[in-house]
């Protein structure tokens, strides 16, 4: 999901379910992830460097340090602390950091209960080839074993999910509930209601389209004016030269991509109704956040194969729509320019916090996630577990943040397919590929990166 796809960071997207926690709550101008599904996991999950997980790339095994494509025996997961602590902990939705081996899964990981997808996500109504839907460690579904008909991925994850709060509660437990969506990624696939509510809307095109989210974060305070949006990319058309039916393909590729994080935000009213229901939701922190930046996957053209409303249709974004996702950022997922790195992050918690509407400025990352956890349930990281040292964690607690004080901080790095990073401080040292020249930029003055420094410093 891209940097500017919900209401409350720049979109036109209806997203007021996510803008209402964050009217109530705070936003992070400068959160951060790693540009990639499973890395961010892997980081997310464990407090660590991806690498330093074991999942430096995707789920294959290359055989060398860093990349053996599942979580090892070095790290605990979140599910492990929580549970540790008491908590009832569960996953619902995308896994995708392991799955080859029961011992890779959430169960065997630290979780309580699990409903999802180990091997990744990839679909919204049915279930593809290569994919299950596990109940714990029972396959559920499977091309073998189809999914009900009015089955939707998006709100599948939210209503057991609750249906594992209501566990905790029948337990006088607390719960940890990790929800991960597969909505947006590809491919799109939306109700004929849903995408109906946006056929039309894109055929403004990305160039104006993009110049409104950039006005728009700037009326919001999220940017400054003296940051020089990125420019649409060599390879993106201007919209204005292309034909008409073009125009409607591309204006029905965002309308199924908006179909989708519309639903999302939907299944989230529903997850804080069902936690208002429950009598929950006042102490419950909530944290929202997105794995990677807008996908340039398929290039500029994207991808329409068959009708987006039903299970075989393969569709994507591409980069064209990309670019306008990333508003004011360059550069994509698998990237360590800010296009690819940087996410909205939503903070609500009304017994922890008690700033309502603020902007945070506290560069932070998905690391930070298993800090903040240990802090805000009052437990311990371990050194050891299953017999195995566990690395030190390298994430910091967000408490701070939350009442406006510094993280004290060490430097962020990053690294991805060569792509690389370091962000210390206000500045930030970043590469396009293994062989690239690395690039120097003032990320106070210059976020989006328009006036590399490198050649005078």
């Known amino acids: 999901m891209g940097f500017s796809d919900i209401g409350c960071y720049g979109s036109e997207i209806p997203t007021p379910n996510l803008d209402a926690l964050a009217a109530n709550g705070l936003r992070f101008r400068q959160f951060y992830n790693t540009g990639r599904c499973c890395p961010t996991r892997a980081s997310l999950l464990t407090?660590?460097?991806?690498?330093?997980?074991?999942?430096?790339?995707?789920?294959?095994?290359?055989?060398?340090?860093?990349?053996?494509?599942?979580?090892?025996?070095h790290c605990v997961t979140l599910g492990n602390i929580a549970s540790g602590a008491g908590y009832l902990a569960a996953v619902t939705g995308k896994w995708h950091v392991g799955h080859k081996a029961s011992s890779m899964l959430p169960i065997a990981r630290g979780f309580d209960r699990f409903y999802g997808v180990p091997e990744g996500g990839g679909f919204y109504f049915q279930?593809?080839?290569?994919?299950?839907?596990?109940?714990?460690?029972?396959v559920l579904h499977s091309p073998q074993?189809?999914?009900p008909d009015d089955w939707y991925s998006t709100d599948a994850w939210t209503e057991q999910g609750l249906a594992f709060v209501d566990e905790a509660i029948k337990a006088d437990k607390p719960f940890f509930w990790y929800?991960?969506?597969?909505?947006?990624?590809?491919p799109l696939q939306a109700d004929a209601d849903d995408i109906a509510m946006f056929r039309g809307k894109y055929k403004a095109g990305w160039d104006k389209l993009s110049a409104e989210r950039h006005r728009r974060q700037l009326e919001l305070g999220l940017i400054e004016s003296s940051w020089q949006p990125?420019?649409?990319?060599?390879?993106?058309?201007?919209?204005?030269?292309?034909?008409e039916k073009d125009k409607d393909r591309f204006d029905h590729l965002m309308a199924a991509y908006a179909a989708c994080v519309y639903r999302m935000d939907r299944s989230i009213g529903t997850l804080v109704e069902g936690l208002k229901k429950r009598g929950v939701f006042e102490n419950t922190l909530l944290l929202f956040m997105s794995d990677n930046g807008g996908c340039a996957e398929s290039g500029p053209q994207g991808k329409s194969v068959g009708d987006p409303t039903t299970a075989e249709s393969n569709w994507f974004c591409g980069e064209s729509w990309a670019w306008m996702q990333d508003t004011p950022f360059r550069k994509f997922k698998h990237y360590n320019h800010e296009g690819g790195i940087a996410t909205p992050l939503i903070a609500h918690w009304p017994k922890g916090i008690s700033a309502q509407g603020e902007w945070r400025d506290q560069p932070a990352h998905v690391i930070d996630i298993m800090a903040t956890l240990v802090d805000v349930a009052g437990t311990e990281y371990p050194t050891t577990s299953r017999g195995s040292e566990i690395l030190p964690m390298e994430?910091?607690?967000?408490?701070?943040?939350f009442a406006n004080q510094p993280l004290n901080r060490d430097a962020l790095y990053w690294e991805h397919e060569g792509n690389a990073a370091i962000r210390r401080?206000?500045?930030?040292?970043?590469?396009?590929?293994?062989?690239?020249k690395w690039e120097l930029y003032d990320m106070k003055a210059d976020r989006t990166e328009s006036r590399d420094l490198a050649g005078t410093r």
């Open 179 to 186: 929800l991960a969506h597969n909505a947006p990624h590809f």
């Open 230 to 243: 990125a420019s649409r990319p060599e390879k993106v058309a201007e919209w204005d030269r292309l034909a």
């Open 425 to 436: 401080g206000d500045w930030k040292l970043v590469r396009l590929g293994g062989k690239g």
């Open 395 to 401: 994430g910091r607690s967000l408490v701070p943040a």
């Open 47 to 73: 407090g660590l460097y991806s690498h330093q997980a074991g999942v430096g790339h995707m789920t294959d095994d290359y055989k060398v340090p860093g990349y053996q494509g599942y979580l090892n025996d």
């Open 145 to 147: 074993k189809p999914l």
């Open 127 to 138: 279930v593809k080839p290569g994919r299950s839907i596990l109940l714990n460690n029972e």
